[in-house]
């Protein structure tokens, strides 16, 4: 099975789960992780997610897993596997960034919430307070120190990424990591005790040099590289002129609609921001 798009906004296709059902019959998606690779099917819809009544049908040695919850009645888990294990037949393990340009907005939501718990799950093994080793929060996502009473929830950072507008222009930068000829936008982190429009105006200045006004938000997304929460906003350039850090961005420059450069994948809240652009433009 792969997960398909939201298509009632009413009820929730998917219900967030803690303890898995003592009695289940059915088979159940697993999204089964080998560090930051997650396999998949290759065979008999190939780049499915697997379905199976357990993980142990394919003879895998899972370190640690988690229930998720249930997708329009089908319960899902995330599994953990030791970093030397063999690919199964009939599938192959996938490197995240280069499986979600691949999946449906859908499919990348709970591939997005299966590798999340399952890194916390890692993460938070011990106490880092105290050292001791942690246990399962009942009827929570979170773990608990027997010993001092420190608790330890899902971590999400919180992060901006912005459109700037120059008249029927738009700034795309580029940073070291990204694929050959690849530009995006600005992003950065939240840090502590700033607003995220606060952090939209320092990530611009400190990343390309420039100030931009009227900052208007556009949405959000989750993003698993490694734990965001991506704030999306729209901005228009105010004054200066550009000036690549050189650390986070190599090169910027400002774009038309009718001249883009190779741009990120159409599920990324970056490319949701282009498109919005480049419908203004009646493209």
């Known amino acids: 099975m792969t997960p398909t798009n939201r298509e009632n906004p009413i009820y929730p296709r998917f219900i967030t789960g803690i303890e898995p059902p003592a009695d289940r019959t059915d088979k159940a998606l697993w999204f089964i992780f080998r560090g930051r690779d997650i396999l998949l099917k290759t065979h008999k819809n190939p780049g499915a997610i697997p379905r199976l009544m357990d993980i142990r049908d394919l003879?895998?040695?899972?370190?640690?897993?988690?229930?998720?919850?249930?997708?329009?009645?089908?319960?899902?888990?995330?599994?953990?596997?030791?970093?030397?294990?063999?690919?199964?037949?009939?599938?192959?393990?996938?490197?995240?960034?280069?499986?979600?340009?691949?999946?449906?907005?859908?499919?990348?939501?709970?591939?997005?919430?299966?590798?999340?718990?399952?890194?916390?799950?890692?993460?938070?093994?011990?106490?880092?307070?105290?050292?001791?080793?942690?246990?399962?929060?009942?009827?929570?996502?979170?773990?608990e120190c027997p010993e001092c009473g420190e608790l330890f929830y899902p971590r999400i950072s919180p992060a901006v990424i912005v459109l700037i507008k120059k008249g029927n222009k738009i700034l795309l930068a580029r940073s070291p990591g990204f694929p050959p000829?690849?530009?995006?936008?600005?992003?950065?982190?939240?840090?502590?005790?700033?607003?995220?429009?606060?952090?939209?105006?320092?990530?611009?200045?400190?990343?390309?040099?420039?100030?931009?006004?009227?900052?208007?938000?556009?949405?959000?997304?989750?993003?698993?590289?490694?734990?965001?929460?991506?704030?999306?906003?729209?901005?228009?350039?105010?004054?200066?002129?550009i000036r690549p850090d050189g650390f986070e961005i190599e090169d910027a420059k400002w774009f038309s609609a009718d001249n883009l450069p190779f741009l990120p994948g159409k599920i990324s809240i970056s490319r949701k921001l282009i498109d919005y652009f480049l419908k203004e433009e009646g493209l």
């Open 59 to 143: 003879g895998l040695p899972e370190v640690r897993e988690q229930y998720l919850g249930m997708l329009e009645g089908t319960h899902c888990f995330s599994v953990e596997l030791p970093s030397d294990t063999k690919t199964p037949e009939g599938m192959e393990f996938v490197d995240l960034r280069q499986a979600y340009s691949q999946m449906s907005e859908g499919c990348f939501e709970l591939v997005n919430k299966a590798v999340q718990v399952m890194e916390w799950d890692r993460t938070n093994q011990f106490c880092s307070r105290c050292g001791t080793k942690t246990s399962q929060k009942p009827g929570e996502r979170g773990k």
């Open 181 to 241: 000829d690849m530009y995006s936008l600005i992003a950065g982190f939240v840090e502590p005790g700033e607003t995220a429009e606060a952090a939209v105006e320092r990530e611009i200045w400190e990343e390309v040099g420039i100030k931009v006004k009227n900052v208007t938000y556009f949405g959000t997304q989750s993003w698993p590289f490694p734990n965001s929460f991506m704030i999306g906003f729209t901005a228009e350039y105010d004054s200066g002129e």
